[in-house]
């Protein structure tokens, strides 16, 4: 932050230290704001010099927690460090790292100190950083001798904390502590642990970046790479389950890198990038695709398009609170290259590609561009490459003001000017864009931005002022100047500062109302970019200040929005009963109906996923509170204008009742004079874009649900085609058939659950109805997408209406699938998706010849289609348990383990169990279709040796089983081992030994550290 600022924020509260005791009771008694949390306040609102004036006298102020005064040094330290990463002079930054050193030296001058070995790690890390700086901008041999120093010197303390944790680690190991009894000693073995394993990563770091300050670190460095390695293999190996273990694979490329060992590099750095997506593993997976991309890049050709794949992914999915990290920064840096390597492949890529990558190249340097760091020299090369030079952006200053009252003056004059420039660049904004309009509104963009900058420099300077005799109201206006003047300029921490103080130091006025609304609304700005695991402290603020406007400011509607961000945030941490608690004690009114609908929506949310989780029976009562909340939302609307919001709720609250079985109470809400979707989508549109899909989903499911109770259902039927029909209106051309695709799919499988969950009756009924209403779309539409979805729904429903454990169907279960298998047969020419449910369709029928002729026309063109696969697969089985000859039947069984249909390579086209488990194992996308192909391959030898009563053949089927039971104890699920369990004893039985099933089964306990 300025200079200027921080010695007005010093002045400021340090007068208010000296000259008020109440003020000083605030920051450091015990019944007040905590001395800790007030020094981690200003830190974070970059107020470092009030900070260090405050330690300076923290024995003076009554009742500082003894720990606290005992580690004024090392809190020095950190706020100096906090100084020197947020200053913007090389000069300033040093002076702040070279007090954050000395105050680190003093305080590790007490040995036994508890925090010790924190302050250690904070020495290393703070000489780490000094390695990190000295490479800033043009890098020469003087300034890499004395990164060099700093880097060596940082692996020397992070070597000294290892030892010091390895010999405590030891001893504890001796201890055997039970983390039950001695819950102290557990958490201060974790404690160490943790420590141990960050500094084994930071002196393994600390190692590789010193190398690289060598100009050929290969030969110069080897042994500093050599321990490097050795000690980041370890890591990998022994502490593979640990954050810091997985992330010595980033190290290990770096590594391979320096030595020259590309493909070694590029192992390592693929297995951090593909590594799973843990927030501790960010920032190495950032680095590890800067470091691959790097390596495409350094290709001849260069490999651009690999790199592009690698990185593209990663920098679409950096969150708002990474874009600073200087990882990002390299990704960004190296994605770059890849993309203006694209963009000048005349040879390879079409004109509009190459402009889009060299749109894209430069869009990710502007953006490195606005952070400083050590890339920032080459992202002005490759900018001015492209024709963009950059100039340092300076803040404007401004003349020191003679007291207050001149601060306030200018004040006023300088917010005039700002609303003149805002009203132009409203003005300019209704005319039409031309570079010269562009060039006019980005110079009065810059005037706004300075113009409030010295706006806040003066009133900040004013009230460096202020005594203890200062007229409070001139205060108050002045306070109330800059809150506003931060919050234009988005400065949002400083606005919770000053708009917090403004509203408790001025309650009832409307410049205190003002203030704290500001703060409010800039809180809810910084919980955007902070993670939720780190954002605790941000909405205690907002709690309490929502808390306070609302009790200060109780008649207010502008204060009472304050509840309504409360409720918010109770939502967002799923306390529900909280926020219901509030939105009932809110006014009646058009707000409060607005969240009992969302609070309605949430909780059925909730239910879902209780459901998914196993929960059903604590999921039931769930669901009837959010039925009686969204009703009351609903019944709550009134005028004409109906909200998106209230039409959605009004889907959801049809959705609940026509689970509930209460079709009729779903027609009366999707029907409603007032808040009925049907209607209002036709006069309002549809208030999102998946809407339409939802609403008509659910009218369907819920006019089935009435014709089923209907003695006459011929209305309700030409009512559910009319929908069908403005369900397919809704969605035309092709990016509209393939939403209409997807809305069908999910129908089908809506229908499938219900199905399964139904009664007999009820099931037989549903059967009926839906077939006469599917034959009535085929016969009078052409349309692709609605005869697919018909087909599918015949195949679902004749799988449903087949008896459990059937593979062919009979009956009327045939009858719909042979209905489905004459559309699909129609509608398939080349496409090879309705040919597969067109094969399936005649396995299911039990014609399977004519499946496998169909699977092996398909399989020549993609034999990769891995369902084709699995059935044809099927098809062999089942047709090989019809055979009546034995002979005859382990041919086919032979088949379906290990393929058929040689192709012109003398290959099988079709795999067989065999190989699509071979080709499946070790693919976590496959898993499921692993285990499924290991089950079949045990159960085709079972059935094959039992017909043809060979006990050898059926004994190879335990062998089957007992090996993946060896590999994977799991067995892919409890579902899964179930299914194998009970074959395996099946088996035993008829071999004649005991049906022991599988072992007992017991999850691995993870791996400890140290």
């Given at each position: 932050?300025?200079?200027l600022?921080?010695?007005?924020?010093?002045?400021?509260?340090?007068?208010?230290?000296?000259?008020?005791?109440?003020?000083?009771?605030?920051?450091?008694?015990?019944?007040?704001?905590?001395?800790?949390?007030?020094?981690?306040?200003l830190?974070?609102?970059?107020y470092?010099?009030?900070?260090?004036?405050?330690?300076?006298?923290?024995?003076?102020?009554?009742?500082?927690?003894?720990?606290l005064?005992?580690?004024?040094?090392l809190?020095?330290?950190?706020?100096?460090?906090?100084?020197?990463?947020?200053?913007?002079?090389?000069?300033?930054?040093?002076?702040f790292?070279?007090?954050?050193?000395?105050?680190?030296?003093?305080?590790?001058?007490?040995?036994?100190h508890?925090?010790?070995?924190?302050?250690?790690?904070?020495?290393?890390k703070?000489?780490?950083?000094?390695?990190?700086?000295?490479?800033?901008?043009?890098?020469d041999?003087?300034?890499?001798?004395?990164?060099?120093?700093?880097y060596?010197?940082?692996?020397?303390?992070?070597?000294?904390?290892?030892?010091?944790?390895k010999?405590?680690?030891?001893?504890m190991?001796?201890?055997k502590?039970?983390?039950?009894?001695?819950?102290e000693?557990?958490?201060?073995?974790?404690?160490?642990?943790?420590?141990?394993?960050?500094?084994?990563?930071?002196?393994?770091?600390?190692?590789?970046?010193?190398?690289?300050?060598?100009?050929?670190p290969?030969?110069q460095?080897?042994?500093?790479?050599?321990?490097?390695?050795?000690?980041?293999?370890?890591?990998?190996?022994?502490?593979?389950?640990?954050?810091?273990?997985?992330?010595?694979?980033?190290?290990?490329?770096?590594?391979?890198e320096?030595?020259g060992?590309?493909?070694?590099?590029?192992?390592?750095?693929?297995?951090?990038?593909e590594?799973?997506?843990?927030?501790?593993?960010?920032?190495?997976?950032?680095?590890?695709?800067a470091?691959?991309?790097?390596?495409?890049?350094?290709?001849?050709?260069?490999?651009?398009?690999?790199?592009?794949d690698?990185?593209?992914?990663?920098?679409?999915?950096?969150?708002?609170?990474?874009?600073?990290?200087?990882?990002?920064?390299?990704?960004?840096?190296?994605?770059?290259?890849?993309?203006?390597?694209?963009?000048?492949d005349?040879?390879?890529?079409?004109?509009?590609?190459?402009?889009?990558?060299?749109?894209?190249?430069?869009?990710?340097?502007?953006?490195a561009?606005?952070?400083?760091?050590?890339?920032?020299?080459?992202?002005?090369?490759?900018?001015?490459?492209?024709?963009?030079t950059?100039?340092?952006a300076?803040?404007?200053?401004?003349?020191?003001?003679k007291?207050?009252?001149?601060a306030?003056?200018?004040?006023?004059?300088?917010?005039?000017a700002?609303q003149?420039?805002?009203?132009?660049?409203?003005?300019?904004?209704?005319?039409?864009?031309?570079?010269?309009?562009?060039?006019?509104?980005?110079?009065?963009?810059?005037?706004?931005?300075?113009?409030?900058?010295?706006?806040?420099?003066?009133?900040?300077?004013?009230?460096?002022?202020?005594?203890?005799?200062?007229d409070?109201?001139?205060?108050?206006?002045?306070?109330h100047?800059?809150?506003?003047?931060?919050?234009?300029?988005?400065?949002?921490r400083?606005?919770?500062?000053?708009?917090?103080?403004?509203?408790?130091?001025?309650?009832?006025?409307?410049?205190?109302?003002?203030?704290?609304l500001?703060?409010?609304?800039?809180?809810?700005?910084?919980?955007?970019?902070?993670?939720?695991d780190?954002?605790?402290?941000?909405?205690t603020?907002?709690e309490?200040?929502?808390?306070?406007?609302?009790?200060?400011?109780?008649?207010n509607?502008?204060?009472a929005?304050?509840?309504?961000?409360?409720?918010?945030?109770?939502?967002?941490k799923d306390?529900?009963?909280?926020?219901?608690?509030l939105?009932?004690?809110?006014?009646?009114g058009?707000?409060?109906?607005?969240?009992?609908?969302?609070?309605?929506?949430?909780l059925?949310?909730?239910a879902?996923?209780?459901r998914?989780?196993?929960?059903?029976?604590?999921?039931a009562?769930?669901?009837?509170?959010?039925?009686q909340?969204l009703q009351?939302?609903l019944?709550?609307?009134?005028?004409?204008?109906?909200?998106?919001?209230?039409?959605?709720?009004?889907?959801?609250?049809?959705?609940v009742?026509?689970?509930?079985?209460n079709?009729?109470?779903?027609?009366?809400?999707l029907?409603?004079?007032?808040?009925?979707?049907?209607?209002?989508?036709?006069?309002?549109?549809?208030?999102?874009?998946?809407?339409?899909?939802?609403?008509?989903?659910?009218?369907?499911?819920?006019?089935?649900?009435?014709?089923?109770?209907?003695?006459?259902?011929?209305?309700?039927?030409k009512?559910?085609?009319?929908?069908?029909?403005?369900?397919?209106?809704?969605?035309?051309?092709k990016t509209?058939?393939?939403?209409?695709?997807?809305?069908?799919?999910?129908?089908?499988?809506?229908?499938?659950?219900?199905?399964?969950?139904?009664?007999?009756a009820?099931?037989?009924?549903?059967?009926?109805?839906?077939?006469?209403?599917?034959?009535?779309?085929v016969?009078?539409?052409?349309?692709?997408?609605?005869?697919?979805?018909?087909?599918?729904?015949?195949?679902?429903m004749?799988?449903?209406a087949?008896?459990?454990?059937?593979?062919?169907?009979?009956?009327q279960?045939?009858?719909?699938?042979?209905?489905?298998?004459?559309?699909?047969?129609?509608?398939?020419?080349?496409?090879?998706?309705?040919?597969y449910?067109y094969?399936?369709?005649?396995?299911?029928l039990?014609?399977?010849k004519?499946?496998?002729?169909?699977?092996?026309?398909i399989?020549?063109?993609?034999?990769?289609?891995?369902?084709?696969?699995?059935?044809?697969?099927?098809?062999?089985?089942?047709?090989?348990?019809?055979?009546?000859?034995?002979?005859?039947?382990?041919?086919?069984?032979?088949?379906a383990?290990?393929?058929?249909?040689?192709?012109?390579?003398?290959?099988?086209?079709?795999?067989?169990w065999?190989?699509?488990?071979?080709?499946?194992?070790?693919?976590?996308e496959?898993?499921?279709?692993?285990?499924?192909?290991?089950y079949?391959?045990?159960?085709?030898?079972?059935?094959?040796?039992k017909?043809?009563?060979?006990?050898?053949?059926?004994?190879?089927?335990?062998?089957?089983i007992?090996?993946?039971?060896?590999?994977?104890?799991?067995?892919?699920?409890?579902?899964?081992?179930?299914?194998?369990?009970?074959?395996?004893?099946?088996?035993?039985?008829?071999?004649?030994?005991?049906?022991?099933?599988?072992k007992?089964?017991?999850?691995?306990?993870?791996?400890?550290?140290?």
């Amino acid at each position: 932050m300025p200079l200027l600022s921080r010695r007005f924020w010093s002045a400021c509260f340090l007068a208010a230290v000296v000259a008020n005791v109440s003020v000083t009771s605030h920051f450091a008694r015990a019944d007040g704001e905590p001395a800790e949390d007030f020094l981690k306040r200003l830190r974070a609102a970059r107020y470092f010099d009030t900070a260090i004036a405050y330690l300076n006298r923290l024995d003076q102020y009554p009742g500082v927690d003894p720990e606290l005064m005992s580690a004024v040094s090392l809190e020095k330290a950190q706020t100096f460090i906090d100084a020197a990463v947020a200053s913007r002079s090389n000069q300033e930054r040093e002076q702040f790292l070279d007090d954050a050193e000395t105050s680190l030296s003093e305080f590790l001058q007490k040995a036994n100190h508890p925090r010790a070995s924190e302050a250690q790690i904070q020495l290393g890390k703070l000489q780490l950083f000094r390695g990190n700086q000295s490479l800033m901008g043009e890098v020469d041999a003087e300034k890499s001798e004395q990164a060099r120093k700093h880097y060596l010197a940082s692996v020397k303390t992070f070597d000294a904390i290892i030892e010091n944790l390895k010999a405590k680690l030891a001893e504890m190991k001796g201890q055997k502590i039970d983390p039950d009894n001695e819950p102290e000693k557990a958490s201060l073995r974790d404690t160490y642990r943790f420590e141990y394993l960050q500094a084994q990563v930071s002196a393994g770091e600390t190692r590789v970046l010193a190398a690289k300050t060598f100009d050929d670190p290969p030969k110069q460095a080897k042994p500093i790479l050599d321990e490097a390695l050795k000690r980041f293999t370890e890591m990998a190996d022994k502490y593979a389950n640990y954050s810091q273990g997985a992330i010595a694979t980033l190290y290990l490329g770096q590594i391979q890198e320096l030595l020259g060992n590309k493909s070694k590099a590029i192992e390592h750095y693929k297995e951090m990038v593909e590594t799973i997506d843990a927030d501790p593993l960010r920032d190495a997976k950032f680095e590890a695709a800067a470091g691959l991309i790097n390596i495409y890049m350094g290709e001849s050709p260069s490999k651009f398009q690999a790199g592009i794949d690698v990185g593209k992914p990663l920098e679409k999915g950096i969150r708002p609170n990474e874009k600073t990290a200087t990882s990002v920064q390299r990704l960004r840096v190296a994605l770059a290259k890849a993309y203006l390597a694209k963009s000048v492949d005349k040879d390879n890529q079409k004109a509009t590609d190459m402009k889009r990558a060299k749109s894209s190249g430069r869009t990710l340097l502007n953006e490195a561009a606005k952070i400083p760091g050590a890339h920032t020299e080459e992202v002005k090369q490759l900018l001015s490459g492209l024709g963009i030079t950059q100039e340092e952006a300076k803040l404007p200053t401004a003349e020191q003001p003679k007291s207050l009252q001149d601060a306030l003056d200018s004040a006023r004059t300088i917010l005039a000017a700002t609303q003149n420039i805002e009203e132009s660049l409203k003005l300019l904004d209704q005319e039409k864009e031309t570079d010269e309009l562009k060039a006019q509104k980005e110079a009065l963009q810059d005037d706004l931005r300075n113009t409030y900058s010295i706006g806040v420099q003066i009133l900040r300077a004013g009230l460096g002022m202020a005594h203890s005799r200062t007229d409070t109201g001139l205060l108050t206006q002045a306070r109330h100047f800059l809150a506003y003047t931060l919050y234009r300029q988005k400065q949002y921490r400083d606005t919770v500062v000053v708009g917090s103080y403004l509203a408790r130091n001025a309650p009832g006025t409307e410049a205190g109302l003002q203030g704290g609304l500001w703060a409010l609304t800039s809180l809810q700005f910084l919980l955007i970019d902070v993670p939720k695991d780190e954002n605790d402290g941000l909405l205690t603020q907002l709690e309490q200040l929502g808390d306070f406007l609302m009790e200060t400011w109780p008649d207010n509607p502008d204060a009472a929005k304050a509840q309504g961000v409360r409720i918010q945030l109770l939502l967002q941490k799923d306390d529900y009963e909280g926020a219901k608690k509030l939105i009932a004690e809110m006014k009646k009114g058009p707000e409060q109906g607005t969240f009992q609908r969302l609070l309605g929506q949430l909780l059925y949310n909730r239910a879902l996923k209780m459901r998914i989780d196993g929960k059903g029976d604590q999921a039931a009562p769930i669901v009837a509170d959010a039925a009686q909340v969204l009703q009351t939302g609903l019944d709550s609307i009134s005028g004409n204008l109906i909200p998106g919001e209230a039409m959605q709720a009004a889907v959801v609250l049809a959705r609940v009742y026509q689970e509930q079985d209460n079709s009729s109470e779903a027609i009366k809400v999707l029907d409603h004079p007032r808040y009925g979707p049907m209607k209002l989508i036709k006069s309002q549109g549809p208030p999102n874009k998946n809407f339409t899909g939802d609403l008509y989903s659910i009218a369907i499911k819920v006019l089935f649900a009435e014709m089923i109770a209907a003695d006459d259902p011929e209305a309700l039927l030409k009512r559910s085609t009319g929908v069908m029909e403005e369900l397919r209106a809704a969605y035309p051309g092709k990016t509209g058939q393939e939403k209409l695709s997807r809305i069908y799919r999910r129908m089908a499988q809506d229908l499938s659950n219900e199905l399964k969950t139904a009664p007999p009756a009820k099931k037989d009924k549903l059967i009926k109805v839906f077939k006469v209403f599917l034959q009535r779309m085929v016969e009078t539409t052409n349309d692709e997408a609605t005869l697919n979805w018909a087909g599918q729904t015949l195949i679902v429903m004749g799988k449903e209406a087949m008896p459990p454990g059937a593979f062919k169907a009979t009956g009327q279960a045939a009858e719909l699938i042979q209905s489905a298998a004459d559309i699909f047969k129609k509608q398939m020419g080349n496409d090879l998706s309705k040919r597969y449910q067109y094969a399936s369709a005649l396995r299911l029928l039990g014609q399977y010849k004519s499946a496998l002729s169909e699977l092996e026309a398909i399989l020549k063109q993609n034999q990769m289609m891995l369902d084709a696969q699995i059935e044809a697969a099927l098809a062999y089985e089942y047709w090989a348990g019809e055979q009546k000859n034995a002979g005859l039947s382990s041919r086919v069984y032979n088949a379906a383990l290990s393929g058929g249909r040689p192709g012109a390579n003398g290959k099988n086209v079709i795999w067989g169990w065999g190989l699509i488990s071979k080709q499946t194992n070790g693919r976590k996308e496959f898993r499921d279709k692993f285990f499924q192909a290991r089950y079949h391959v045990g159960l085709c030898r079972y059935l094959e040796g039992k017909k043809a009563n060979k006990k050898a053949t059926m004994s190879q089927a335990i062998k089957d089983i007992t090996q993946i039971e060896a590999l994977y104890p799991d067995m892919g699920g409890a579902e899964q081992r179930a299914k194998f369990d009970a074959l395996l004893k099946e088996v035993q039985k008829a071999v004649g030994e005991k049906p022991t099933g599988l072992k007992p089964f017991k999850p691995a306990a993870a791996k400890a550290a140290a």
